[in-house]
């Protein structure tokens, strides 16, 4: 993939609406487009639109094993209200059992080396088995989200994992995020209604106050990045 490619692509897809760019993706790359969700409020943006327009994009999830029962449910909502698949990728068990055998349940909290870790073992090694062998992956990533996504580009490589990467919602403000979900009636996690605005795993992940950063509520113990490793910005 060359800088010229993602230029391309930009140039092509510069009037297109978001459907149009999805669909004339999946059209272009056929069975090697993927959408990976974790049911926060983006994504389900993305997950209506590919399920309105039946268009073949791989939904994928990856289920860490620590995640919220809320997000069970508004994945469970999501499948049955569109009728679609959506792909579970999860941690290899010999890796959780080392780990815990090991470290114990909560060894995240007890350096930032133990946390990126238990992250790479749940969720970015089943991150390169989804991506494996596909051309391109759409994510809900938005530029307002934290400062390191601040210099995303709604098409770039993404070189760690050798893949295309869209983030149409860059430039999209929560509020749009919001009222789209709302005027299309997508289901979505009740937690957001309790101040959750960026949702994880249910250790790592805590309800923030309106004058805090989005981020602010995962691994909030830490003055890291605020990454997890399946983005590099
Ligand atoms: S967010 Fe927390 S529980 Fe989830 S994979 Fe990362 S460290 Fe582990």
Not at 9 to 17: E, H, R
Not at 134 to 140: A, Y
Not at 197 to 215: L, N, Q
């Given at each position: 993939m060359s800088i010229a490619s993602?230029?391309?692509?930009?140039?092509t897809t510069a009037t297109f609406s978001l459907k149009e760019t999805l669909a004339f993706l999946a059209n272009e790359y056929k069975d090697k487009v993927v959408f990976s969700t974790s049911f926060g409020q983006e994504d389900q943006v993305i997950t209506a639109i590919i399920a309105k327009q039946n268009l073949p994009i791989t939904i994928f999830t990856l289920d860490t094993g620590r995640l919220f029962q809320e997000t069970y449910d508004v994945f469970h909502k999501t499948m049955t209200k569109y009728k679609i698949d959506i792909k579970t990728y999860f941690p290899e068990a010999t890796a959780v059992e080392e780990l815990l055998?090991?470290?114990?349940?909560?060894?995240?909290?007890?350096?930032?080396?133990?946390?990126?870790?238990c992250c790479f073992i749940r969720k970015v090694a089943p991150l390169i088995?989804?991506?494996?062998g596909n051309s391109v992956w759409i994510t809900g990533l938005r530029a307002e989200q934290s400062e390191n996504r601040n210099d995303l580009?709604?098409?770039?490589?993404?070189?760690?994992?050798?893949i295309i990467k869209f983030n149409p919602l860059l430039k999209w403000t929560l509020k749009e995020v919001e009222d789209y979900l709302e005027a299309n009636n997508v289901p979505q996690n009740t937690l957001h209604k309790k101040g959750f605005v960026s949702i994880g795993c249910a250790p790592c992940t805590r309800a923030i106050s309106d004058d805090e950063d989005i981020r602010a509520g995962r691994w909030w113990w830490e003055s890291s990045h605020k990454e997890c490793g399946l983005h590099q910005k």
């Amino acid at each position: 993939m060359s800088i010229a490619s993602i230029k391309a692509l930009l140039n092509t897809t510069a009037t297109f609406s978001l459907k149009e760019t999805l669909a004339f993706l999946a059209n272009e790359y056929k069975d090697k487009v993927v959408f990976s969700t974790s049911f926060g409020q983006e994504d389900q943006v993305i997950t209506a639109i590919i399920a309105k327009q039946n268009l073949p994009i791989t939904i994928f999830t990856l289920d860490t094993g620590r995640l919220f029962q809320e997000t069970y449910d508004v994945f469970h909502k999501t499948m049955t209200k569109y009728k679609i698949d959506i792909k579970t990728y999860f941690p290899e068990a010999t890796a959780v059992e080392e780990l815990l055998n090991e470290k114990g349940p909560n060894s995240f909290y007890e350096s930032v080396e133990n946390r990126k870790e238990c992250c790479f073992i749940r969720k970015v090694a089943p991150l390169i088995k989804a991506l494996k062998g596909n051309s391109v992956w759409i994510t809900g990533l938005r530029a307002e989200q934290s400062e390191n996504r601040n210099d995303l580009d709604l098409f770039e490589y993404d070189s760690k994992f050798d893949i295309i990467k869209f983030n149409p919602l860059l430039k999209w403000t929560l509020k749009e995020v919001e009222d789209y979900l709302e005027a299309n009636n997508v289901p979505q996690n009740t937690l957001h209604k309790k101040g959750f605005v960026s949702i994880g795993c249910a250790p790592c992940t805590r309800a923030i106050s309106d004058d805090e950063d989005i981020r602010a509520g995962r691994w909030w113990w830490e003055s890291s990045h605020k990454e997890c490793g399946l983005h590099q910005k």
